[in-house]
């Protein structure tokens, strides 16, 4: 009997739909999980910070520029990150970067063995490193979902990966507090920085191309590839193909849409730099709390977070999926993200701190809700530079990383208060939501030449 006709006929069709792999959803999940240990790594100086200026003698100055040393090179790794992922792939520089920054983690829990000047130093360069071999993590997360993800499922792709840090906060915050409060400070970087070498092995194993993956069937590969995936992205290239280029970047820089993109991260992310380094030190020495119960608090706004994050994305797809534009799509959840995210400065209006988490908790959810920034580097790059197109956005968004914690320690020094960190917190919040509304209609630019 032939069967030949059978495999073209309608039926069949509907039958290999129905019957579609789901892959996607483990490469998400396996996102999620990874951006989880890379922000609760981060986040491990925020807990143990109360601990260490103790110990190493530091003020709040001092602290504020470690804190800082690790988006210096942060910055400083985008694009040479970005340019990796597009040359290598993003499969391949993922695990990589996952183990040699757990790794990392694992030594800032030796500084303990040795004198104080040198501890400190130590300290700052092994933030520096962590910043740098990071670097490439968003970049590669976009990249996957991109290559993975259908353009009317990305908007809840990219806020799941980037709800994860509210995962650290609401999971891993409590739980770090619980080690350096039980067994030290020192132990939060072992049990970190083991967990991530764990997982490393584990993500060299599962995470591959969908072209490459063994469990994708030809169903679920149609699929995400009719909607828009580029599923080839990470495919050996042949000799004669595209090559990046860093002057590619000049299409980027050339936008004014961009340059309102850029403004809008820069301000998300002086919000995210908050949370993730003063904001367990604010609740102990602003609010009087000690170091085990501000990890439990901060756990509460963390879930307001995830919340946010899953409800942007979901805003997004729906409103795509009912024909509203890409840009309205995008504007309505960012606009109204950063605008909620100045909620945070009424906390200098209270002495209550329920009322406190309640308003961090509002602030939170809003940051959450602008985690569908991301898509807008899938949105408008040139597809073969969406590595270095998101280095750069990246790049400008942690620029604010470099200033915020400083700038807060600085002030917190003077002043013996966070008040006034509070209010430069808030209003970097309200510029990112003039900016994002300023972004104009989004649209992919390109670039002028083929290879």
Not at 56 to 66: D, Q, V
Not at 190 to 204: A, C, D, E, Q
Not at 227 to 252: I, T, Y
Not at 337 to 362: E, K, P, R
């Amino acid at each position: 009997m032939d069967h030949s006709n059978v495999a073209d006929s309608p039926a069949a069709a509907v039958a290999a739909t129905a019957a579609r792999s789901k892959v996607r959803y483990y490469i998400l999940a396996m996102l999620f999980i990874v951006t989880a240990i890379n922000v609760g790594d981060r986040a491990t100086l925020s807990i143990t910070g109360t601990a260490l200026t103790q110990v190493l003698g530091i003020n709040s100055i001092t602290l504020g520029y470690i804190f800082s040393a690790f988006a210096w090179a942060y910055v400083l790794g985008q694009l040479p990150g970005g340019w990796l992922l597009d040359k290598f792939g993003s499969a391949r520089v993922y695990g990589v970067s996952l183990f040699l920054w757990s790794t990392i983690t694992v030594a800032q829990g030796m500084i303990g063995f040795f004198s104080v000047s040198v501890a400190v130093a130590m300290l700052f360069v092994l933030r520096f490193l962590l910043g740098l071999i990071e670097a490439p993590v968003y970049p590669a997360n976009n990249r996957i979902v991109a290559a993975w993800f259908p353009l009317q499922e990305r908007g809840l792709a990219t806020v799941i990966y980037n709800s994860s840090m509210y995962l650290s906060v609401v999971m891993l915050a409590p739980l770090m507090g619980f080690i350096a409060h039980t067994y030290g400070w020192e132990h939060v970087y072992w049990f970190m920085g083991g967990l991530g070498i764990v997982v490393s092995l584990i993500w060299f194993k599962l995470v591959k191309g969908p072209t490459e993956h063994p469990l994708v069937n030809a169903a679920e590969l149609e699929h995400i590839r009719s909607g828009g995936a580029d599923v080839d992205m990470d495919k050996p290239k042949a000799k004669d193909a595209f090559r990046p280029k860093f002057s590619d970047l000049k299409v980027l820089l050339k936008s004014p849409m961009m340059w309102s993109i850029y403004l809008g991260k820069y301000c998300d992310t002086s919000l995210q730099y908050f949370f993730l380094t003063w904001f367990p030190i604010y609740l102990v020495k602003g609010r009087g709390l000690n170091i085990m119960e501000a990890g439990a608090i901060a756990a509460i706004p963390g879930i307001c977070g995830l919340l946010g994050a899953l409800c942007g994305g979901t805003i997004c797809d729906v409103l795509l999926r009912r024909g509203v534009s890409l840009t309205v799509a995008r504007k309505i959840p960012l606009v109204c993200g950063m605008s909620m995210g100045a909620t945070l400065v009424l906390c200098n209006f209270t002495d209550s701190v329920w009322v406190v988490t309640l308003l961090m908790s509002m602030a939170i959810f809003g940051k959450g809700v602008v985690a569908v920034d991301w898509t807008l580097v899938s949105d408008t790059a040139p597809k073969q530079i969406t590595g270095m197109a998101g280095g750069l956005f990246n790049m400008f968004g942690n620029i604010s990383g470099i200033f915020t914690p400083i700038i807060i320690g600085y002030i917190v020094q003077a002043t013996g208060s966070f008040e006034g960190a509070l209010y430069v917190v808030a209003g970097h919040a309200l510029l990112g939501a003039l900016a994002f509304l300023s972004m104009g209609r989004l649209h992919r630019l390109e670039l002028a030449r083929a290879n």
